[in-house]
């Protein structure tokens, strides 16, 4: 009985798409890359046709699927919101705090931990999100960084990204623990200026969490800091090459146009595609909450999007590979660049790019099988066949 599984046909690398490519697997890993026809020595082989071999989606930012909110705090709803992204493309998952009470968060982190390798790490997102921008995340949980708190949070080691509003006190001091941390540092629900981003740089802060939501602008910031007018997290991000930042590319929260600009200024190496994805991904339109599940915030899924009525959107209900193929039909982005969005750029950013990512010898078969149409037909975790 072999221990090697090949898959042949065309094969989607970071910059191009290899037709007539060989990936070779063996327990658990890819040993080769090439193009070729398989022979017999390099085991069961799984065919494309004329659809394609991608490596397996990672996600940085999201919150549930399939009835369950990471926030609920147990293994059971750990897996099975873990669970949910998995099926539908999504191998390495970063599980995403709302605001809440510090117990909670770490009830959160004790249940992701729980999940297994698939899990690196959390996002730790709420609770430290500027006053009035919180948007759907229950606005009584939001609160300024103390030392206390979140160094109890990075004692855990398994916060790999860190997000804080850089105009908050004590933002500073946050960015520069979660730069000891090793975490991707990133400023959200925030209506900072650019002197406040520029601060926050310095010391450490990176990235952007999904753009023009919850975001500052030049308006909002002279209402905010009066006159001269200054620039905002948008200025600041589109004019440092260093910063990335991400999109909800599910077809409601950014029109076309938007999302051709976020690509067309930052490229596929800084531009990350994410679904904030709530409990509600899978389940029919209703009524469910977002957050805590005895203790957070109501919303409204309609089967296309989350949102709070009369108020706005609260988050998708899309898995990660909707937003590749929504990206890759709005936008000029490639075939190979809608899926680097999901897949390499985040590995990279979050220090994961040696063994994730993408298709490359010595990295984990996460791998899946798509159709022409990019839709997921087969996901394999290291090898296994899940569907």
């Excluded at 890359?33 to 940085?60: C, H, L, M, W």
């Excluded at 930042?245 to 690509?263: K, M, R, S």
């Excluded at 190496?269 to 679904?275: A, F, G, S």
């Excluded at 709070?308 to 909707?322: C, T, W």
Aim: charged residues 25%; aromatic residues 6%.
């Amino acid at each position: 009985m072999t221990d090697r599984l090949s898959f042949h046909g065309n094969i989607v690398l970071p910059d191009r798409i290899l037709p007539n490519g060989l990936v070779v697997t063996r327990r658990g890993r890819i040993i080769e890359v090439s193009q070729r026809t398989p022979d017999p020595e390099d085991g069961p082989v799984v065919k494309s046709g004329n659809g394609f071999i991608a490596p397996g989606y990672i996600d940085i930012h999201v919150h549930g699927g399939d009835g369950a909110d990471f926030m609920d705090g147990t293994p059971e709803a750990a897996r099975i919101a873990a669970d949910a992204h998995l099926k539908r493309g999504t191998t390495t998952i970063f599980p995403t705090t709302t605001t809440g009470r510090a117990k909670e968060i770490h009830a959160m982190i004790r249940a992701c931990q729980s999940v297994g390798d698939r899990v690196p790490g959390i996002h730790l997102y709420g609770p430290y999100f500027a006053e009035h921008k919180a948007g759907c995340h229950k606005k009584s949980g939001r609160r300024n960084p103390t030392a206390k708190e979140y160094e109890s949070y990075f004692a855990t080691g398994f916060v790999k990204i860190a997000t804080c509003a850089a105009e908050l006190p004590g933002a500073l001091d946050f960015y520069r623990a979660a730069k000891r941390a090793k975490c991707l540092i990133t400023c959200g629900h925030s209506d900072a200026s650019w002197p406040e981003m520029a601060a926050a740089f310095e010391a450490g802060m990176r990235h952007v969490d999904h753009f023009w939501c919850a975001m500052s602008s030049v308006p909002s910031v002279r209402a905010r800091l009066g006159t001269p007018m200054r620039g905002s997290m948008a200025e600041f991000v589109l004019a440092n090459p260093e910063m990335s930042t991400e999109v909800i590319a599910d077809g409601q929260h950014l029109a076309p146009e938007l999302l051709e600009f976020a690509f067309k200024m930052k490229g596929a190496q800084r531009l990350l595609l994410v679904t904030d994805a709530n409990r509600a991904l899978g389940m029919p339109p209703g009524e469910y909450i977002f957050g805590p599940k005895r203790a957070g915030t109501k919303f409204m899924s309609d089967g296309k999007v989350g949102y709070v009525p009369n108020q706005g959107l609260a988050s998708s209900v899309i898995p990660l590979s909707e937003a590749v193929r929504v990206m890759h039909r709005d936008t000029s982005a490639t075939i190979p660049e809608a899926i680097r969005m999901a897949s390499l750029t985040q590995a990279e950013r979050t220090g994961l790019a040696r063994n994730r990512g993408s298709i490359a010898t010595g990295k984990r078969a996460d791998i899946l099988v798509l159709n022409r149409r990019l839709e997921v037909r087969q996901v394999y975790l290291e090898g296994r066949r899940l569907n």
